[in-house]
Every structure is written in structure tokens, then in C-alpha cells.
């Protein structure tokens, strides 16, 4: 039963759009059964996002009536369909498979359409809960950073082993990329002024306007009317997510996928084969049948408003993102032009549980007395099987580009030799060194980005994925940020950075995507990440940190990191 005044509330925040009285009903009933705590403190969460365009992440303290504190909680607050997703993933995907030492789930709790859920953490230590993008802005050594993770990876979601998860990935050929990256990259086609169409489509028509979407020649699409449909080749197409416009218009998401079979249940499963993300724009009023007829098989037209390449270019264009003055000797690619050839070709890829959404905000850091730095995971709403393995890997370290790095480096023209130097680990280790220069905040950064793809593609235990797999996941992800608001000034929200060093923000997601094209064709001979050695430590603090490459500590020694 819900009892919004038995508890006192504090908030030293507000939440944007949720009624104050809806958020202390949802957060007392967190608290239903502990009838000792008779007050809550609610903070923000230094690092994380605040607004209901995603699930709110608050802090709350938990106190007796005679002042004794329990250990503090995690809140997600959010839409109730949300909520229930995590949920569900969560009972589903992490609490059966992975370690004790994650984040636990407290209670859950709902009041009209919004709802909440409550994660608690083991121990009780004064230390405060941060995420991973607050720790990495107030700790210079990003180390230690990194052990945490490496840590959350190679331990606590290792699990049984047989878990399903990064360590336990499964190898399946016939795997286009764009099936996954489809999921995260702008829509193949937008469509306005949408009627359902009488009779059936051709499939090789649907083809040819999918891989022409994709193409230069798709700004010759935006304005005509063109045919979608389920067909032989097509068979299936769901409504994914149904959003409100200010203007009263719909925006429904559509994942059309391609005739290639899926289990259904199970952790071990290849990629859900989405041919194409559509958007079909609809007045309110017809959204009903529009859903209606779509659930019924039917076919549909409408007005090409934007295509996928059109939209990504005219980003690129608009902003500038692909000037850089490029002093490294190599001519830098375009990922525009192979990202449709490139996710449309069949490839073995490696699949597992992956989080979903790995961004600075979705790691939760605390200090222990015994164990040092530890991390959980928190937001599992896009936990699934069937993902690309190394994308939770892929977009944290494009993450962790386009919110620390663009205050740390310089230029762009750093941007590209970070990417050089990470890329001839790899491939020309000797030339490691040349291009970090002894420059402290490139060190610095490539090592923090080094662990990131070791930890994905040469794990203590278990699979490892194949290189090639991460640099398609840097230009599927890096062409993919380019559509968020908040890496453009314009659009920033209040939890990222003021001006950067380097703007706009998405210019490095875009130069990451890039770099990947220009030298992804020097990775198809390497079947694994070399092997590293184990270095020594740069300071006692920093041991944790584990395995690193030779390359890297000679660097190391003649920078001005970590001292003597």
C-alpha cells in the first residue's frame, strides 16, 4: 500500500517534469517494508543525467528515527514501461548470471505512469557513490579507474562462466553488423504523410531502396513517396517505441527484419537480423489504425522527409565535423562512404549479453578500505543476448572521447594521433611512441583507451573476438553519436561539461569513425589482439590496473606521468 506520508522526503534537487508528490509516494514505497526508516534524504547524483528524457538516477539516504543511517540506495525514476524493461532484463540477464558482488535490486514501485526501482551495493563505507564520468574528472589517476572496470568485466560479470555474458560470447558466421548497428544509428528512411498501400511490395524493390538509402544518391529519395512492406525477403516488421512530437505528430520506430532465423529464447543467440530502422512521422489520431494495419501484415507508403546518409552527412557538413588538419601522412577515410557496404556484409561476429547502453553515467564507483576502487553496472533497460559483443566496450570508450578527452587534449589533430597510436598496438607497435610523443594527456588517455580494448578483445579467460570487430563497432557507434543533441552546444543538457577544448563535441565521434575506415582493412589478417605482457607498476596506487602493453611503459618513461 502506498503511504507517501509516512516517510519524510528531503530533496536537495528538483527532477525536471515529475509532480513532487508523485516522487515522494514512488520513493516511500521503495521503503514500505522497513518501518524503522522514518526519513529519506533524496540528492543528485554528481555525473548523471537528471530529466525524464532518460530514467532520472538519484541517491538516497536512508535514516531511523534516532538518526542511524542504513547504507545508501540508487533510485531509478523514470517512465513506468521503462522501469518494467529494466526490471525484466535485470531478473532475466544479471541477477541469475553474474556475481554477488553487483548491484542488488532492492524494490521496485509505481504511481500512474511513472515508476521506480531501488539498488543497493555491499558494504558500508563513508566513501560516496560516483559515476564513472565524475570519478575520471575528479581523480588524476585514471588507473585505478580502470582496475575497477577491468574488475567488473573479467570477475563480476564473469559469473558461473557459463553465463552468456562478454567472457562467454559465441562465434556465429553470416552476421551482417548493420542487423546490430541498426539499433543505435539513425533511421534508414523517415517518412511523413504515411497511407496504407493495397497489394504487396517487390522485395527487390525494398532492397534496392534500403542499400540506396545509404548511398550519396539518397538526397534524390528526400521528398518522393516510396513503398515499405513485409515480403518474402522482409517477412516481419515491429513497432518498436511510440513518441509524442511537440507539434502533436507521432513518431513510431519501426525494425524491419530480414528473413533469417532467430531463436527465441536462450542466451546464446546470433544477431536479431534488423534489415532496417524505419520512422514513419503520423498525426495522433491515426496512430491507432496506423499500428492496427501494420500489425495485419499491410504495406504502407509516405514522403522520404530524410534517409540515414542524408542525415548523417548533413550533420557532418553543417558542423564541420571532418576538418581536422591531418598531420599524421595518411589520408584520413570517410566512413560515409563504406558504412552501407560494410554493415550489409556477411561476417563472423561475435555475440553475447551485452549491457547496452555502457556510458560514463552507468558505471557506479566507490572506495573500499579492502578492495579499493569498485564498480557496478546500473541501467539494464537495453540489457539483451544476441548483442555485438565488444559494443558495450566500443561505446565506452567513445564515451569517455567525447566527454574527458575533448577538456584534455588540444586539437583534433591529437585526436588523430591517439588513434594512430592505439591502432599500431596493434599493428606496428614500434610506432606507438611516435605518436604519443611523450605528450602527458595522450598517454594518459591511451592507456585508459588501451585497457578499454584489451579488456574486450584479449580477456583473461573465455572468447576473444576478433580486432576487426571492434573497428566496425567504432564506426557503427561513432557514426551513431552524431545524431544525439547534447554533443553540440545547441543541444547541451545540463549534465555535460561547459565548452571543451575541442568542439563541437561530436567532431571526435565522428574523426574515431573515421580514423576505423581509413586502417579497417589492415585488420581483416589479425585473428587476436597480440599478446601483452604484465609491466611494472608506475606507482603502488596504480598496480591494480593489471596487464598493459610493453609499448605503452616506454612511453610511460619518457612522459612526465607518474613520476619518479
Known sequence: MLTPDAIEITFDHALDGVDRTHLCTLIS????????????????????????????????Q????????????????????????????????????????????????????LAAMSYTYLGSVKQPIQTLRDNLWQQPDQLRALAAIRNLFSDTLVGSGQNGWHTNARLFADQRPGWFYNRVLPPVLSLRDVRVQC???????????????????????????????????????????????????????????????????????????IAARLELIVPGAQVAQVRADLELGAAFEGRVVSTRYTMLADQIRSYGLQQVENLLGQELGDPLAIYGTLFDTPMHLHTSIIHGDLNLGNILMREYPSNGMVAWLIDFDQTRPGGHTVFDLVKLETEYKLHILTHRLRSRNEVLRLEAALHAALTKP???????????????????????????????????????????????????????????????????????????????????????????????????????????????????????????????????????
Not at 35 to 53: D, E, K, N
Not at 68 to 92: D, L
Not at 203 to 214: F, K, N, Q, W
Open 29 to 60: 514505497d521503495l521503503f514500505a517494508n522497513q518501518p524503522a526508516v522514518a526519513r529519506v534524504q533524496v540528492q543528485a547524483l554528481p555525473g548523471s543525467s537528471a530529466g525524464l528524457s532518460s530514467l532520472s538516477l538519484v541517491l538516497a
Open 62 to 113: 536512508p535514516i531511523t528515527a534516532d538518526g542511524a543511517q542504513y547504507c545508501p540506495m540508487v533510485i531509478r525514476i523514470g517512465q513506468a514501461e521503462a522501469i518494467q524493461a529494466e526490471y525484466k532484463n535485470y531478473t532475466q540477464y544479471v541477477e541469475p548470471f553474474t556475481k554477488s558482488e553487483r548491484a542488488q535490486l532492492h524494490h521496485t514501485s509505481r504511481y500512474g505512469s
Open 199 to 273: 497489394g504487396n511490395v517487390n522485395a527487390a524493390e525494398v532492397r534496392h531502396l534500403l542499400a540506396y538509402a545509404d548511398q550519396p544518391q539518397a538526397y534524390h529519395l528526400v521528398g518522393q513517396r516510396v513503398s515499405v512492406g513485409c515480403c518474402a525477403e522482409y517477412p516481419k516488421m515491429q513497432v518498436v517505441e511510440q513518441q509524442t512530437m511537440k507539434d502533436g505528430q507521432v513518431r513510431l520506430r519501426l525494425h524491419l527484419l530480414a528473413n533469417h532465423p532467430v531463436p527465441t529464447t536462450g542466451i546464446y543467440r546470433p544477431l536479431d537480423p
Open 430 to 564: 614500434s610506432e606507438v611512441e611516435r605518436y604519443l610523443a611523450g605528450n602527458r594527456e595522450l598517454v594518459r588517455a591511451y592507456e585508459f583507451i588501451l585497457g578499454l580494448r584489451q579488456l574486450a578483445l584479449n580477456p583473461s579467460q573465455g572468447t576473444h573476438p576478433y580486432p576487426y570487430e571492434y573497428y566496425v563497432g567504432l564506426i557503427g557507434y561513432g557514426l551513431a553519436a552524431l545524431k544525439y543533441r547534447n554533443l553540440y552546444e545547441q543541444g547541451r543538457e545540463r549534465w555535460v561539461q561547459p565548452q571543451a577544448q575541442i568542439e563541437p563535441l561530436a567532431s571526435v565521434a565522428y574523426l574515431s569513425a573515421a580514423y576505423a575506415a581509413s586502417v579497417i582493412d589492415q585488420t581483416w589478417e589479425f585473428k587476436a589482439w597480440p599478446s601483452p605482457v604484465r609491466g611494472s607498476p608506475r606507482t603502488q596506487r596504480s598496480c591494480r590496473a593489471g596487464i598493459t602493453h610493453p609499448l605503452y611503459h616506454h612511453c610511460l618513461r619518457r612522459s612526465s606521468i607518474g613520476g619518479s
